[in-house]
């Protein structure tokens, strides 16, 4: 059994490294669920599908599936994909799935953070979320990697983004949010942070700019690009749903300091140039709860939920006339990578983008 040890990552020299390091592989999860997926969940499989042949131009996938649709899966993903059967409650990995953390020796090791829906009984998506909970613990089992349980401490890999050199951006909307962690102080918060991520400094960001599915991630917000470096969503339009949280978020930014003293450097990058909406026939399951979603309901859409992969950047796209400048600006960030945008449009229906629906594993 991949062991759970008694300490935190910054006790034994662990840290959690940048996403622009060297991975292994990335995790996903199997989309299904049809009070969140559209039409019985068959568009989004397909949108699934692009996602992981995009990432495995670059690097492994590791698909997990549910028992029910381990051979539909199986059978229209290719061969070189892994799949693995794994029960769980949606598709979120970035947020259930396990922080990894590595040390000079060539060791990793991941944290293994309490998931709760985000927001459990109070605001959470769904119930019960058991499954998710047990998913960061089956992929360190698959990978044989012992793991930090941060005991009581609710946390999604979707809001949070570090450095490798010591910083880590995030939002008070969602890490102050009443759902999580009401228990503990900003500075309690700050203090997990730093011990299981082994970083010195947080940069708190106020807002996100889903308040109603995640609490305000920051990965629709601001990313690091390498340590340094940020980006940062960006719209001169007053009338664009996220304008304020852009302006705001950029003015911060580049008054930052990072753990090192470095001023940071902030790249821009638009936001989709009309507002992304649900379009055409929405037919979702009616469960206890379901927040109704209808034709013309504003999607969270932004280019900012890409995935950095080994010598690729994995980009949504929406069918904008952004989409093209997006790829541009992001081409602009990482010259030595290549570029690939995905029409993820059924992945954003659902509250996320590809970020939200990936984890990468680093390199020892
Ligand atoms: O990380 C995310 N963006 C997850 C959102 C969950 C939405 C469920 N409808």
Request: glycine share 8%.
């Given at each position: 059994?991949?062991?759970?040890?008694?300490?935190?990552?910054?006790?034994?020299?662990?840290?959690?490294?940048g996403?622009?390091?060297p991975?292994?592989?990335?995790?996903?999860?199997?989309?299904?669920?049809?009070?969140?997926?559209?039409?019985?969940?068959?568009?989004?499989?397909?949108a699934?599908?692009?996602?992981?042949?995009?990432?495995?131009?670059?690097?492994?996938?590791?698909?997990?599936?549910?028992?029910?649709?381990?051979?539909?899966?199986?059978?229209?993903?290719?061969?070189?994909?892994?799949?693995?059967?794994?029960?769980?409650?949606?598709?979120?990995?970035?947020?259930?799935?396990?922080?990894?953390?590595?040390?000079?020796?060539?060791?990793?090791?991941?944290?293994?953070?309490?998931?709760n829906?985000?927001?459990?009984?109070?605001?959470?998506?769904?119930?019960?979320?058991?499954?998710?909970?047990?998913?960061?613990?089956?992929?360190?089992?698959?990978?044989?990697i012992?793991?930090?349980?941060a005991?009581?401490?609710?946390?999604e890999?979707?809001?949070?983004?570090?450095?490798?050199e010591?910083?880590?951006?995030?939002?008070e909307?969602?890490?102050?949010?009443?759902?999580?962690?009401?228990?503990?102080?900003?500075?309690?918060?700050?203090?997990?942070?730093?011990?299981?991520?082994n970083?010195?400094?947080?940069?708190?960001?106020?807002?996100?700019?889903?308040?109603?599915?995640?609490?305000?991630?920051?990965?629709?917000?601001?990313?690091?690009?390498?340590?340094?470096?940020?980006?940062?969503?960006?719209?001169?339009?007053?009338?664009?749903?996220?304008?304020?949280v852009?302006?705001?978020?950029?003015?911060?930014?580049?008054n930052?300091?990072?753990?090192?003293?470095?001023k940071?450097k902030v790249?821009?990058l638009?936001?989709?140039?009309?507002?992304?909406?649900?379009?055409?026939?929405?037919?979702?399951?009616?469960?206890?709860?379901?927040?109704?979603?209808?034709?013309?309901?504003?999607c969270?859409?932004?280019?900012?939920?890409?995935?950095?992969v080994?010598?690729?950047?994995?980009?949504?796209?929406y069918?904008?006339?952004?989409?093209?400048?997006?790829?541009?600006?992001?081409?602009?960030?990482?010259?030595?990578?290549?570029?690939?945008?995905?029409?993820t449009r059924?992945?954003?229906y659902?509250?996320?983008?590809i970020?939200?629906i990936?984890?990468?594993?680093?390199?020892?």
């Amino acid at each position: 059994m991949a062991k759970r040890i008694k300490s935190t990552p910054k006790k034994d020299g662990f840290r959690m490294p940048g996403e622009f390091e060297p991975q292994e592989e990335i995790f996903m999860i199997w989309p299904e669920r049809p009070d969140n997926w559209r039409n019985g969940g068959k568009p989004v499989q397909e949108a699934f599908t692009n996602v992981a042949k995009a990432i495995s131009r670059f690097e492994p996938v590791t698909m997990l599936v549910s028992a029910g649709q381990y051979a539909n899966a199986r059978n229209k993903l290719p061969a070189e994909i892994r799949v693995v059967e794994a029960s769980n409650n949606d598709s979120w990995v970035r947020d259930c799935g396990p922080t990894f953390v590595k040390n000079d020796k060539g060791e990793l090791r991941a944290v293994d953070w309490e998931f709760n829906a985000w927001g459990g009984l109070v605001d959470g998506l769904y119930f019960p979320w058991d499954q998710d909970n047990m998913i960061a613990q089956k992929i360190c089992e698959l990978e044989r990697i012992d793991t930090y349980k941060a005991e009581n401490f609710v946390l999604e890999g979707g809001s949070f983004h570090v450095d490798g050199e010591g910083t880590v951006i995030t939002t008070e909307m969602c890490l102050l949010s009443e759902g999580r962690n009401p228990h503990l102080s900003k500075t309690e918060i700050e203090d997990m942070l730093k011990e299981y991520l082994n970083v010195e400094k947080v940069i708190w960001v106020k807002d996100g700019i889903d308040p109603d599915e995640t609490n305000g991630h920051i990965d629709d917000v601001a990313c690091f690009v390498k340590p340094g470096e940020v980006a940062c969503i960006w719209t001169d339009d007053k009338e664009d749903p996220f304008y304020q949280v852009c302006q705001d978020t950029y003015n911060q930014l580049v008054n930052e300091t990072d753990a090192k003293g470095r001023k940071l450097k902030v790249h821009k990058l638009t936001t989709p140039e009309k507002a992304v909406t649900l379009q055409g026939d929405f037919a979702i399951d009616y469960v206890e709860g379901t927040i109704p979603r209808e034709d013309g309901d504003l999607c969270i859409a932004s280019y900012m939920n890409f995935l950095i992969v080994n010598g690729g950047v994995i980009v949504p796209q929406y069918g904008d006339k952004n989409d093209a400048l997006a790829l541009e600006q992001i081409q602009a960030m990482f010259p030595d990578r290549e570029v690939v945008g995905v029409q993820t449009r059924e992945v954003v229906y659902g509250g996320g983008n590809i970020h939200c629906i990936t984890q990468q594993k680093p390199q020892k």
